[in-house]
C-alpha cells in the first residue's frame, strides 16, 4: 500500500491565539468582533470542567462579596500586583456585556450582569456568588432566594451528583425543599448514567416528554423543580423551554461534578459556531513550538493531517495553568511550557505550600503564573516586554488565585479583552 503524502497548512491571520479554554474563546470572540482575522489553536482546555457559571469576584480571603464591583476597588488597592489591577470597571463590564451577549446570539442564554452577584447553586448544598449564569439556571436562584417548595430529582445511577447531599446542606436555609428519585427513560437498569448522556438523549422529543411525564406524577404541591444540568447539549434553552411547559411549573438545571454540561455545552458550541464566524481553528492540538521575529510570530504544531504553521501578525498566550498544560513543574521549580518565559512562583519548593490545607490565605503556588506589563505582553526578568507582539490571558496570568477569589471567568474574560485590545495596535 502506497502511504498518502501528507502536507503542511499555512495559515496566515493577523492574530494567534494560542489555548482553547474561556480566555482563549473569548479572545477570539472580541478579536472577530473588531474584524481582526484570529486562528486559534489548542487541546481540550478546561471548559468543560466548569459550572457554566461567570465569576467576577466572590470572596475575599472566604467571606464572600455581594457587590463585586466594590470588591474590585478594594482588591486593587489591596493587592495592586492583580490582573484587574490593569483593568478598570468600565472594561470589565464592557468585557462581561459583549461575551454574555455573545454567549447568547450563539445559543446558550446568560444573564446580563449586574450591580451585584447572584447565589448560584452548587451539587454539594452550597450557594456561591456569581455574575452571570445560563438561563436555565435562573429559577433555581430565584426559588432558593424566595424559600419557594422545590423538588429536586435525582436519577438512578447518575454520577457526580446526589439530591441527598444537595438536601442535607441546603435544609437549613431552604427548608422547602424535598427530593424523589425517578429512573431516565431508557436508562432505568441501574447502571451507572452520566449526564452528558442523559443530556444528549433529552434532545430527542420522545425523550423529553416521557421524562416530564414522570415528574408530573411526582410532582405533588412543588412550586418549581430542579434537575442536574441534562437538558440538552445543543440549543439547551429551547429544550428547558418546552419541558417547563410540560411540567407546569418553573424548573431549574444545578451543574454536576466535572466535566459538568453547562462546560461541555461552551466547549462544543465555541468550536461549531465560531469558525462560521471567521475563525481558523486547529482543535485539539497543542502549539509545540514558536518563533518570533520583527514582522511577526509563527507557530508550529502537527495533526493527524500533517505540519500546521500559523503565521501572524501578534499572539496571545491563553495556555492556562497546570490542568491545561501552560504551566509544568519539576521537582524544583514551576516552568512556563511553550516559551520558557520567567514564571513569578515562591522562592523555594518549601514555600509551595502552607501547612494548613484549608488555609483562608490559600497557597503560594496558586499565584504562580507570568508578570505582565500594562498592555499585557508577559515579561523577562529584567521587567522588559518577551516581545512586542505577543501577549497573555487567563488564568496562566500570576498574582491571583482564581480558586479561592473566586474570579476565574472574569480574569479570563476581562484579561482577554484588554489582550486583543492592545494586540490590535501592533504594526501589521
Known sequence: MIAMKQQARHYKTQLAVIGTGLAGFAASIFALDRGITTSQVGNTGAVAYTTGYLDLLGSDTGNLINDPWKGLDALRRDEPDHPYARITNDEVRAAFERFTSGLSD??????????????????????????????????????????????????????????????????????????????????????????????RALE????????????????????CVGLPAVLGIHNPDAVHKEMQKLIGVPLFEIPTLPPSVPGIRLREMFEQVLPTQGLTLVPQQKAQRIELDATGVKIHLEDSFGDVMIEAHAAILATGRFLSGGLGTDQDTVRETLMD?????????????????????????????????????????????VSERVFAAGTVLAHHDWVRQRCGAGVAIASAYKAVEAASKVPK
Open 204 to 223: 430527542v422529543p420522545a425523550t423529553r416528554e416521557k421524562l416530564a411525564e414522570s415528574i408530573k406524577h411526582v410532582l405533588g404541591d412543588a412550586e
Open 341 to 385: 518565559i520567567v514564571v513569578s512562583q515562591p522562592a523555594n519548593r518549601a514555600d509551595w505550600h502552607r501547612q494548613d490545607y484549608f488555609d483562608p490565605r490559600g497557597h503560594p503556588i496558586n499565584r504562580s503564573g507570568l508578570q505582565i506589563d500594562e498592555c499585557f505582553r508577559p515579561l523577562n526578568a529584567d521587567g522588559t516586554p
Open 106 to 199: 450563539m445559543g446558550i442564554g446568560y444573564t446580563e450582569p449586574g450591580d451585584r452577584n447572584l447565589m448560584a447553586l452548587l451539587p454539594s448544598g452550597v450557594a456561591k456568588p456569581t455574575l452571570s449564569v445560563p438561563r436555565t439556571m435562573v429559577a433555581g436562584i430565584d426559588a432558593y432566594k424566595a424559600g419557594s417548595r422545590a423538588l429536586i430529582i435525582n436519577f438512578v445511577g447518575v454520577q457526580g451528583f446526589s439530591a441527598k447531599e444537595l438536601l442535607a446542606n441546603f435544609k437549613s436555609s431552604w427548608p422547602q425543599i424535598t427530593t424523589t428519585t425517578l429512573a431516565f427513560p431508557d436508562m432505568e437498569s441501574g447502571a451507572p448514567v452520566y449526564a452528558e448522556v442523559m443530556a
